[in-house]
């Protein structure tokens, strides 16, 4: 992470204490009396996107349909589909990150809140939470995450920070909770807990061991990760190194909170060396257990359990593709007249070709859930909107619809920045190009031929209550 983001989180976390000495944040959100990004006929949006043009001048060899210019469709297409909002039309601006340099985070929030004045700011999936700070601390930007942070960003966002992912906190607790109604893992278990020190994600791992330690687990070793600097090779040598650690402290199960990116050392290592540790995540970093990150988790993982409020096409029961709620079906619908294509459930972007056969990618789920909620508290706040109006909308709403989450509802609250309600647990499921068709129209339980996460049940239900405090 740059200096001057890792900067910027620690002036925002001193607002609550959690970091040294630093400069007080805004006042209040509700203090803003402009509104940026309003003219006689546009309101502007910006996406923050990963700058998928720039990896592919640098030699990656991504697939025709992976452009920036395309992930910010996507959210022009919904903004196109609501039509204007009081005379104005929604206009969707990128600001891009490079998705393979962490010190970017800064270069797309100054893009975002200084190159361009937006009425707010959203992400889908893949921006960085902590570099957050940068847009609704010190910049006073609202901003609308796909995912999550922690509770000390929130508090120092001072209103302009919303998230479709749960608090750190919260899902720490969900966790915990979870784990132990499912019986996941027994009482009489050695617990460790493999976090990083990114602070939403160290946040997250305080909160698990906490919470854990409450629902009567013994948590005998926690190791952290360098997550800072963002440096893949150096993170996976200490996830791997982690083993030795957890073994010399007697551990048998191993609760995961660290992105694949950085973990697979870990799991190659305790494979290799044979470290007999049961493995469970929880998904606290980016579109960790979400179905379009699947193609991208190692091998060595499978079988793992996920708590997750992250929804999967695939069926407990492995013998069909989940049907679309309505408001699915709506947002395939838009998506699908917007690019003109027939999209699959289950495929990543980009699409992918198996046996000759090429697989249509998904619907963007986040995207069509966070326009849906946006405008209309946008059109609700009147001719003269401000983000203190659209806020107080949004958190006074209800439930209201959402794309492959938290049992297909969610809802803002008060004292609730996160809209996710219900939890679930998923296992990871391979299966690739190779896997054949079967007659019930899966690849081995999975929607399309590439890995994917399975639900289960318990007790007759799937989801479950976030446990809020």
């Known amino acids: 992470m740059h200096t001057r ?60 349909k992976l452009t920036t210019g395309n992930l910010v469709k996507r959210w022009q297409a919904y903004a196109d589909d609501y039509g204007p909002i009081h005379g104005r039309r929604v206009v969707v601006t990128p600001a891009v990150w490079d998705p393979i340099d962490p010190t970017t985070y800064d270069d797309a929030c100054t893009q975002a809140t200084q190159d361009n004045q937006p009425f707010v700011v959203v992400n889908g999936s893949g921006f960085n939470p902590s570099a957050a700070a940068c847009v609704t601390v010190d910049h006073d930007t609202p901003l609308m995450l796909g995912e999550s942070a922690d509770d000390a960003l929130y508090k120092a966002s001072h209103g302009n920070l919303l998230s479709l992912g749960l608090s750190a906190e919260a899902n720490a607790r969900s966790t915990a909770a979870l784990v132990a109604k499912a019986k996941l893992v027994p009482k009489t278990a050695k617990v460790a807990i493999l976090t990083g020190n990114e602070p939403v994600t160290a946040s997250a791992g305080k909160s698990l061991e906490a919470a854990l330690t409450d629902h009567g687990f013994d948590v005998v070793e926690t190791v952290t990760v360098n997550t800072l600097p963002g440096d893949t090779a150096a993170m996976n040598r200490e996830s791997a190194a982690a083993v030795a650690t957890f073994q010399a402290a007697g551990a048998d199960t191993v609760f995961n909170l660290l992105p694949f990116v950085a973990a697979t050392g870990y799991y190659q290592e305790a494979k290799r060396s044979g470290a007999p540790f049961a493995n469970v995540i929880m998904d606290s970093a980016n579109s960790t257990c979400t179905q379009f990150a699947a193609s991208r988790t190692p091998a060595e993982i499978a079988g793992a359990p996920c708590i997750t409020t992250w929804d999967t096409r695939a069926l407990p029961t492995k ?122 129209g899966t690849f081995a339980g999975c929607p399309a031929p590439v890995n994917c996460w399975v639900p289960a049940v318990e007790d007759g239900k799937e989801w479950f209550p976030v446990v809020e405090h």
């Not at 509104?35 to 502007?44: H, K, M, R, T, V």
Request: proline share 8%; charged share 20%; net charge negative.
């Open 319 to 440: 013998d069909g593709v989940k049907a679309d709620s309505a408001f699915e079906a709506r947002c395939r619908s838009v998506f699908d007249k917007a690019f003109a294509t027939t999209s699959q459930p289950g495929v990543p972007a980009g699409d992918i070709t198996a046996g000759g056969v090429t697989y249509t990618e998904d619907l963007p789920p986040n995207e069509c859930t966070m326009m849906s909620l946006l405008l209309p508290a946008i059109k609700a706040a009147g001719p003269n909107p401000t983000w203190a109006k659209v806020r107080k909308h949004l958190v006074t709403a209800g439930r209201n619809d959402a794309a492959y989450m938290s049992d297909g509802t969610g809802a803002f609250g008060k004292n609730k920045p996160y809209f996710a309600t219900d939890v679930h647990v998923v296992t990871f499921n391979p299966a690739n190009g190779q896997t054949p068709k079967e007659a019930n």
């Open 5 to 64: 983001t890792f900067a910027s989180i620690v002036v925002a976390m001193a607002v609550v204490a959690l970091f040294g000495v630093g400069a007080p944040g805004p006042a209040s959100a509700d203090a803003r009396t402009a509104a940026p990004g309003i003219s006689d006929d546009e309101i502007q949006i910006v996406a923050l996107v990963s700058d998928l043009d720039g990896l592919r001048s640098k030699g990656f060899n991504l697939s025709p």
